[in-house]
């Protein structure tokens, strides 16, 4: 199994997750677990994420780590792994601060094994 996919595992296993969806930098969808509409979502997430890059850097915040999207119906983080971007739907009731916590964990985690 390679690190991305089981970054995937465990993100997905985090009780206030609804779907991850991985993309490359093109938008490209790459892996995920429980979206119906992957290809969309991957191409969307690349995007705004893409989009709070540009922000950050014209604020001087240097590289983009996350994202929070929140809506009036759903709720979006989007993290860049490495060359990666990787976006997480969460649950109606899931709280967007315990999620990005425990997430970011993972994240680090699987980047600092790659680079180790």
């Known amino acids: 199994m390679d690190w991305l996919e089981e970054l995937i595992r465990q993100l997905s296993e985090l009780s206030d997750v609804q779907y991850v969806v991985s993309a490359d930098k093109t938008g490209a969808y790459l892996q995920g677990n429980g979206c119906t509409n992957p290809e969309e979502t991957a ?30 119906k759903d709720r979006l983080l989007i993290y860049q792994a490495g060359e990666y971007m990787i976006g997480l739907a969460l649950t109606e009731k899931g709280l967007l601060t315990k999620v990005e916590t425990q997430a970011n964990r993972l994240i680090e985690d699987a980047i600092s094994t790659l680079e180790a």
């Open 43 to 72: 191409a969307i997430l690349t995007f705004i994420g893409q989009a709070g890059q540009n922000i950050g850097n014209s604020l001087g915040l240097d590289e983009l780590q996350s994202v929070a999207v929140v809506g009036n």
